[in-house]
């Protein structure tokens, strides 16, 4: 909505500005690609101004990890009312920060699968992530993480330091490997064609040929089949499991207007915004029930492997210091 118009329309109907203000904007932390055109920003702004008559400024970063990396250069003079697209790998680390306040939402709809019941973050989407290949140049992928290490084939990854993927592949990767895993960096190092610090540049790269696989998740094929009506680029099942992502939303404590942003927490889980979310940001709803194109039906369905919430800010610095220490070699 036009913030001058609103003013306008503040004055006739005898509201302060400030009452307006207060009522009104609300700026919300998320990723580079969730507020592109082709993302759920968009649809979800609309759909959400409608209901509250208000306007949402949405702040664009590269990824989950650079949301939490700002929020902790800005502290209390962070401009953010919710933060959205911090995982589940990074939520107690967030949650030390003690810039987030409860949500105060009813949990009761979510997936069992999830079994969530955090009461300072709410999920409003989750897949696996997994290397997605082109089929027509693979015709015979990769069957394991280690067959993939161990191969030839050139890859593109994110940093696990800027990108909540980067961050699963280094779960993914102590998962399967362990006291090994700098060794196997190493070893991935040798065909690694680049490490991007977002999602988004490492897709485009790969899309354009770049590489054999690109990190994603299980659910990027569906973008495929619906939007471009292809089905050559598939996810690489992998015998040893894959890691879960479960993408959250959290208020601030320092928030102008927690109220609307309770109210904006609540909407993402709602059915209107679990229509808009799998088919715009290509995860998976967190509500079910939910009515999915028929491609979702043909992704691959993997085991889940990985760490806590807690393990993994236990163990994050000290899996970095590996991972930069190794791919670096």
């Known amino acids: 909505m036009n913030k001058a ?41 609309k759909a959400f101004e409608q209901q509250c008559q208000c306007d949402i400024e949405f702040v664009g970063a590269e990824d989950g990890v650079s949301i939490l990396n700002r929020l902790r250069i800005e502290r ?81 990854y994110q940093d696990p330091r800027t990108s909540t993927p980067g961050q699963g592949l280094m779960m993914w990767m102590k998962a399967v490997y362990g006291e090994q895993s700098a060794d196997a960096w190493q070893q991935l190092a040798g065909h690694t064609v680049t490490v991007t610090k977002g999602w988004w540049e490492a897709y485009s790269m790969f899309l354009k040929g770049s590489a054999d696989y690109v990190l994603s998740y299980t659910t990027s094929p569906a973008y495929h089949l619906v939007a471009e009506q292809t089905g050559h680029y598939k996810a690489a099942l992998f015998s040893e499991g894959h890691v879960a992502q479960i993408e959250l939303a959290a208020i601030t404590k320092t928030s102008d207007n927690p109220e609307l942003a309770r109210q904006f927490v609540g909407f993402l889980t709602s059915d209107e915004a679990q229509q808009i979310i799998p088919v715009t940001n290509w995860m998976l709803p967190v509500r079910d029930g939910v009515e999915l194109p028929n491609a979702f039906n043909q992704l691959v369905k993997p085991a889940r492997i990985g760490f806590s919430p807690a393990e993994m800010a236990e163990q994050r610095k000290g899996w970095l210091r590996e991972w930069r220490n190794a791919a670096a070699k």
Do not use: C
């Open 5 to 45: 118009l609103r003013l306008i329309g503040t004055l006739v109907t005898g509201l302060s500005l400030s009452q307006a203000a207060n009522a009104a904007d609300l700026t919300v932390y998320t990723y580079d690609s969730f507020i592109s055109e082709w993302g759920p920003g968009p649809q979800l702004e």
């Open 76 to 156: 209390e003079q962070t401009k953010a009312d919710v933060i959205l697209g911090i995982d589940d790998a990074l939520m107690e680390e967030t949650r030390a920060t003690g810039l987030i306040q409860p949500h105060q939402q009813p949990l009761d709809g979510l997936k069992a699968e999830l079994n969530w019941s955090d009461g300072s973050f709410v999920p409003f989407d989750y897949g696996y992530f997994a290397f997605v290949y082109d089929s027509r140049k693979l015709q015979q992928p990769a069957t394991s993480l280690k067959a993939l290490v161990e191969s030839d084939a050139q890859v593109i």
